[in-house]
């Protein structure tokens, strides 16, 4: 008993009084038992229990915060729940002492990442501080979010740590309702596009205002890959093709600060025929995006790294290059912000020194990826693979050519040309550069690589064609 109490005036918490109460049910000393319980009753407190088994689904998302902004907080983990991502909080969890600190570090073990929600305060917390080392510990991803406006990094014992991470900004200089959503929509779209790293949503969870969330390329193109069918003779094949499935050769590796850039560079490139590899095209699914990175990068034939301050920083753009490398994937740098070094500091600076990039920091060559640049761009891709003949399908379903009028046409006067009225008619008849492929009668398609135009009929021929009939 005397150890048992010099034991329990060392550790006075709630697994203590547990510890305590079980060896006195376990000694038979029901009478001490009871004391014990009694004195908890009338402290008003609950007698503890044992911590109960992780559920069947835990939580993918640990949110790391200070109490001060709690309203913020829920209302993030209300949205990210929306989203389909399960949220681990504190807020709910019974007990306290080291009974809570049992239930943070089963979620956090349990969680695929971890938000930190960084403020001034939460930068000093110490309770905040072993959140962020537990998580460095585990080697669980870390996605800093900022709520406040403070300096990069915060000062502190965290410095270190978030040095090398790249933050995402929710708060704005404008007035908020604390509880409420405060920040843009295209910030959240980034935290969902970095949870999608690591974690699939639920569809169970996902309402309908983030069914569709995934940011959209405009001037994408609907594009079929075709290989010509093999003849002998031009009689035989007929002008037929048949469509193939092929892996994207071309990977594009960024970071979601020039998005809007890259979402035109994969237009243009897929335009030419070249199949490119972009996250935003690959995420929902139940495989992580991780995974789908490891398979687009495997099957790519040339990685296109899109360079900036934030892609040298970003450890995501990090492992893709590393990858990259490793298995020996030719790489085209292209350098998308002014004022940097090259190679860029960091731990892509050993793959880049070798490398001789593209300067794209020009505005006017990253608007429309038209100029002298994108087809040095376009002649190192064709080093490494050639572009495929492609069909472009428009969204809107056109009609087969119209044939050709059966009603009589005005005779036009002997040895005389004819009058424009009758030229004009004789316009519709020609058939249009873009219902050139009966074989697809459903769809208005236009073949990319440059081909011979047809010659349209001359109005002459089409006069002596009614001559004759008449």
């Known amino acids: 008993m005397a150890i048992l109490a010099e034991w329990y005036t060392t550790h006075k918490s709630s697994d203590a009084t547990y510890a305590i109460l079980t060896a006195l049910q376990d000694m038979g000393r029901t009478e001490a038992a009871e004391i014990v319980e009694k004195a908890l009753e009338e402290a008003d407190q609950m007698v503890p229990k044992p911590v109960g088994e992780m559920s069947d689904k835990p939580c993918p998302v640990f949110i790391s915060y200070q109490w001060d902004h709690q309203p913020e907080v829920k209302a993030v983990k209300d949205h990210l729940e929306m989203a389909g991502y399960g949220c681990w909080l504190d807020i709910g969890q019974m007990g306290g002492g080291d009974q809570l600190f049992a239930k943070i570090n089963e979620g956090m073990r349990a969680a695929k990442l971890v ?116 003849q002998t003779t031009p009689s035989q094949s007929n002008g037929t093709t048949e469509e193939t499935d092929r892996h994207p050769t071309v990977f594009i590796s960024y970071q979601w600060g020039k998005q809007p850039q890259i979402k035109k560079l994969f237009s243009e490139l897929t335009k030419m025929g070249f199949p490119c590899w972009l996250d935003i095209m690959q995420m929902g699914g139940g495989d992580p995006l991780f995974a789908k990175i490891d398979k687009g990068i495997r099957n790519a034939e040339v990685v296109l790294s899109c360079v900036t301050s934030k892609y040298a920083l970003s450890a995501n753009c990090r492992r893709e290059v590393s990858l990259s490398d490793a298995l020996r994937k030719p790489i085209i740098p292209l350098l998308l912000e002014e004022g940097m070094t090259w190679p860029p500091p960091g731990p892509m600076s050993m793959t880049f020194t070798q490398l001789l990039y593209i300067d794209f920091t020009q505005e006017v060559s990253q608007r429309n990826f038209e100029d002298e640049k994108f087809n040095e761009l376009v002649s190192k891709i064709k080093d490494y693979v ?60 236009v073949s990319i690589p440059e081909r011979p135009s047809s010659s349209s009929p001359k109005p002459k021929k089409k006069k002596s064609s009614v001559c004759s009939i008449l």
């Open 115 to 230: 938000l930190c929600m960084v403020t001034t305060k939460y930068a000093k917390s110490e309770n905040c501080n072993k959140e962020v080392n537990l998580a460095n510990l585990l080697n669980k991803p870390i996605i800093p979010i900022l709520i406040e406006n403070i300096p990069w990094p915060p000062e502190g014992s965290m410095s270190m740590l978030f040095a090398q991470l790249l933050y995402i900004q929710f708060f704005s200089e404008g007035e908020y309702v604390r509880g409420k959503k405060f920040w843009p929509d295209d910030r959240f779209h980034e935290l969902l596009g970095q949870i999608g790293y690591y974690a699939t949503p639920d569809p169970e969870m996902v309402t309908e205002e983030y069914q569709n969330w995934l940011p959209q390329i405009d001037d994408a193109p609907e594009v079929k890959v075709v290989k010509k069918a093999e």
């Open 386 to 445: 050639q572009p495929d003949e492609v069909v472009i399908e428009t969204s809107e379903e056109s009609t087969p050519p119209p044939a050709p009028a059966k009603s009589p046409v005005p005779t036009p006067s002997r040895n005389t040309t004819p009058s424009p009225d009758v030229q004009e008619e004789a316009k519709p008849v020609r058939p249009s550069s873009v219902q050139s492929m009966p074989e697809r009668p459903g769809s208005a398609a």
